[in-house]
């Protein structure tokens, strides 16, 4: 799988600067972001030939047929399509995808696009509505009230029971999420938090408290991709994609393997050998955090700490701008913003790094940044190995 | 088992001709699990096949009914018909002694007093003639 190392990259990439969408339907928030993420690039509607989303959620639009119901919205007849859906990883999936087919011949330029209104329509995806009906698996799980905040405090209770984790460590990554979110003008949340103030704030599951859970918001972005080649008549500089991996784990929380842990044991030395690089290589890492024990978890499992020592990684200033592997320095989902598949966002972000165009604060001499995508109740994991 | 009230809100499992055959043990008090005749292992929740080695047909076998709290949470929000009066609740990953794991509510208990690791034992609410919800217990 090493063959495309480094001959793909990232060529446009845009982020909606709205939180809160009232009224705006979310195919015409991704189709504003893929005409932005190619007015960055340098090109047009007409270049594209690739097209990658997933919209099957109703904030999303409810689309069956994401990849092509969008497209039609765009205006465009791709003859490459993609509407893998793995939750929060897609985005990233995609964009790995994207660059097998482009470096096969199959594809020149592709567009990988997302959006979602969730908060406008007010959709409760953290602590009600479950993500699989009452037929099938489901109904080994729906009549005991699942919730997906539930979901990641199984995990977060395991970890605290194996390791010793604390909530004043997982309190850490809110804190440090926030403070990278005070400098990001659009960020959802600015004002700053402490450790006290995540703790004292509500249960909402526990061990997580609202402030270990991310934000939900509107919002959505693009990526436009192609070949190394072509990328040097764009208008950016070229973001090259060095490695991707990804991995599925379950969906009902009965077939865990290890509460402990993500498939992001899988994706991430996946893509750290396709790269052929090794964790301390990484200058920053977007990694997903839809809750505090997501990322602390992804950190572990991407191989910056051993299994357990995460409460301690996250302390004391490491994973703040400024220390050792800065994360999510827009603010992630903890902050800055939530719509759903907030994997595309881990992407531009790293973009955004990578080229020195930070919303607010850079990470200095940025020369290799991880994108890490979450989906589902712990159920996927894509990893993608990026640099100038 | 404890008999439930004509009021009963929460989603119920929709069955078919695979689980049916759990739901209604349930309703009787006997939890079931299917094991696979070709490598012996128990599986949760029932297929056609075991998800283990492929081989057709696991048989279903009556479970101790004795586990482990393999990890909980205490649910404080759930905005959905018969939990958002109910909360806080524990939602529970049950260790069956057998080895799978299955999904349950620990009930009976103050939810702050649930540990990780701690022994529990199956209890039934019976829902109707073709349904009992298996639950779990503080093991004496």
């Known amino acids: ?388 | 088992m404890t008999e439930t009230s004509e009021t009963y809100l929460k989603p119920l499992p929709a069955t078919d001709v695979l689980t049916a055959p759990y739901w209604e043990a349930a309703a009787s008090g006997r939890l079931l699990i299917q094991r696979c005749a070709a490598c012996q292992r128990f599986q949760f929740y029932p297929r056609a096949h075991c998800s283990a080695c492929g081989a057709g047909d696991p048989t279903w076998e009556e479970a101790s009914g004795r586990g482990v709290v393999h990890t909980f949470t205490v649910i404080h929000r759930n905005g959905s018909p018969g939990f958002a009066e109910e909360v806080p609740y524990v939602f529970a990953i049950v260790e069956l002694e057998e080895g799978p794991r299955m999904t349950a509510n620990v009930i009976g208990v103050d939810p702050d007093d649930v540990r990780v690791d701690m022994p529990v034992q199956v209890t039934f609410i019976r829902v109707s003639d073709g349904i009992g919800i298996p639950q779990f217990t503080r093991a004496d």
């Open chain 1, 1 to 388: 799988m090493s063959d495309w190392s480094g001959q793909v990259a990232i060529v446009g990439a845009y982020e909606h600067p709205a939180r809160k969408t009232p009224g705006l339907h979310p195919f015409q928030i991704q189709a504003d972001c893929v005409l932005r993420a190619l007015e960055d690039a340098g090109l047009t509607l007409d270049d594209v030939d690739g097209f990658a989303t997933a919209a099957s959620e109703v904030p999303e639009g409810g689309s069956t047929m994401s990849a092509v119901e969008v497209a039609e919205w765009l205006g465009i007849k791709p003859t490459y399509l993609d509407s893998t859906d793995n939750g929060g990883a897609a985005p990233l999936s995609q964009l790995g995808h994207a660059a097998a087919a482009i470096a096969a011949g199959q594809a020149e330029v592709v567009v990988i696009s997302y959006a979602a209104t969730t908060y406008s329509q007010a959709v409760n995806i953290g602590t009600g509505d479950p993500t699989t009906g009452v037929a099938g698996p489901g109904q080994f799980e729906l009549p005991y009230g699942f919730t997906l905040v539930g979901a990641y405090a199984l995990a977060a209770q395991r970890h605290m029971a194996e390791f010793g984790t604390t909530p004043e460590q997982l309190a850490e990554i809110a804190v440090t999420c926030r403070s990278h979110a005070s400098h990001n003008p659009h960020a959802r949340f600015r004002d700053p938090i402490t450790v006290d103030d995540v703790v004292a704030s509500p249960v909402i599951a526990s061990p997580l408290h609202r402030y270990d859970c991310c934000v939900v918001t509107d919002g959505g972005g693009a990526i436009v991709v192609t070949s190394a080649a072509r990328a040097r008549n764009c208008r950016k500089q070229p973001i090259h994609v060095l490695g991707f991996g990804e991995a599925v784990g379950q969906v009902q929380m009965n077939q865990m393997d290890r509460f402990t842990a993500t498939p992001g044991t899988v994706s991430g030395p996946r893509a750290f050998a396709h790269a052929g690089l090794t964790p301390d290589r990484i200058d920053t890492a977007q990694v997903y955090d839809s809750f505090t024990i997501t990322a602390l978890m992804i950190l572990e499992d991407l191989g910056f700490c051993t299994k357990g020592e995460g409460g301690a990684f996250v302390s004391d200033g490491r994973i703040a701008v400024g220390g050792d592997l800065p994360i999510n320095t827009d603010g992630g989902g903890l902050s800055s913003n939530h719509p759903g598949r907030r994997g595309i966002f881990t992407i531009i972000e790293s973009v955004r790094q990578l080229r020195g165009e930070p919303l607010g604060l850079q990470v200095p001499d940025c020369e290799i940044a991880l994108a890490h995508g979450s989906g589902g109740a712990l159920s996927t994991a894509a990893t993608l190995i990026l640099s100038k």
